[in-house]
């Protein structure tokens, strides 16, 4: 009988690849892709060399996440790994958007993605996370190593497949958030820490911009991504969501997972004024927290009181 905790560690130690059978491939062909792209997504996109990946955010005007694309630049086109729960709202969006680009949006149900950590297995997006790319920002003053890599691939490969629970277990214990789990309709980038492998803070025009520059700049974001070590004594992971502090809920956990070395694991967005070192509940397991989003996250400008700029003039 398989066990889900060497299985996670095969994955771990790049001996191992999980079909995610949750996500879908589409393309971007045409000599515009690279602009047009740039023009409708946070990140910076017209330099991206064939070979290079990228992270990039659609927001919508008020700055919420609405959709989340790993591209894959080729020479010939761009890739597009994205979650197949949104795949039919962001291809009839793109379409919309194409005006008199010349662009061409083309599905891909043959292909399949797989997950790997530090593989290398044919079309390959290489994931930054933690690092911060160009343009970016990190909130967190630690993050784990990570190397997570997803793979575009016909066929399955030669090598050990293996559940997506054990992919899922991984991406929690690096603190990486996930559009289908973590999102919802008010998400901002700063809440997870996503200002560091898919926003450029420095480039042009997009739909968003605004929202994104003001609360990095001069406000918080309202809420914080934190992870959870929770109380592994009754050997069950909890099935509830809701956390909450002396009996008053303050936020949701979004992930959860068993790992192979620290047990169980979560993450979860949180009211920002919630203290760092509260121990948390989740249905009846305790919850001890180690911090993403700080809550001192954002005043980039560092602007003096309001009060003290009026009295200055």
């Known amino acids: 009988m398989p066990n889900p905790l060497l299985e996670q560690k095969a994955l771990a130690e790049g001996k191992a690849l999980s079909l995610l059978s949750d996500r879908c491939v589409i393309s971007i062909d045409g000599e515009d892709r690279l602009s047009w792209l740039n023009s409708i997504l946070s990140q910076e996109l017209r330099a991206l060399a064939p070979g290079e990946s990228a992270e990039a955010l659609q927001l919508d005007p008020h700055g919420h996440i609405e959709y989340v694309l790993h591209l894959i630049e080729d020479h010939e086109r761009t890739w597009a790994i994205v979650e197949s729960a949104t795949v039919d709202a962001l291809v009839t969006w793109l379409d919309k958007m194409i005006f008199r680009s010349k662009v061409e949006i083309v599905r891909h149900p043959e292909l399949s993605v797989y997950f790997g950590v530090g593989t290398d297995f044919g079309l390959t997006w290489v994931d930054q996370w933690p690092n911060v790319v160009a343009g970016g920002v990190r909130y967190a003053q630690e993050a ?14 030669a090598i050990e497949l293996v559940p997506t629970d054990a992919a899922e277990a991984l ?3 690096a603190h990486r958030p996930r559009q289908i789990t973590e999102v919802d309709d008010r998400t901002l980038p700063h809440e997870l820490d996503w200002l560091s492998t898919a926003v ?3 480039k042009g025009c997009y739909r968003g911009q605004e ?3 003001k609360v990095h700049n001069l406000g918080h ?5 934190t992870f959870l070590h929770l109380d592994g004594s009754n050997h069950l992971l909890p099935e509830e969501t809701e956390v909450t502090l002396d009996g008053k809920t303050v936020g949701r956990v979004t992930s959860v997972a068993q790992h192979f070395e620290m047990g169980p694991i979560a993450l979860a967005v949180l ?3 919630i203290p760092a070192d509260a121990i948390l509940m989740v249905g009846r397991v305790s919850a001890s927290q180690e911090v993403i989003v700080p809550a001192d996250a954002g005043k980039a400008a560092k602007l003096p009181p309001r009060s003290e700029l009026n009295s200055r003039r």
């Open 211 to 213: 929202t994104v520059a």
């Open 144 to 157: 784990p190593e990570f190397n997570g890599r997803e793979h575009i691939l016909a066929a399955a490969p």
């Open 221 to 225: 974001p309202p809420r914080r991504l």
């Open 200 to 202: 450029h803070l420095r």
């Open 271 to 273: 009211s920002r004024s």
């Open 171 to 173: 991406r929690i214990a």
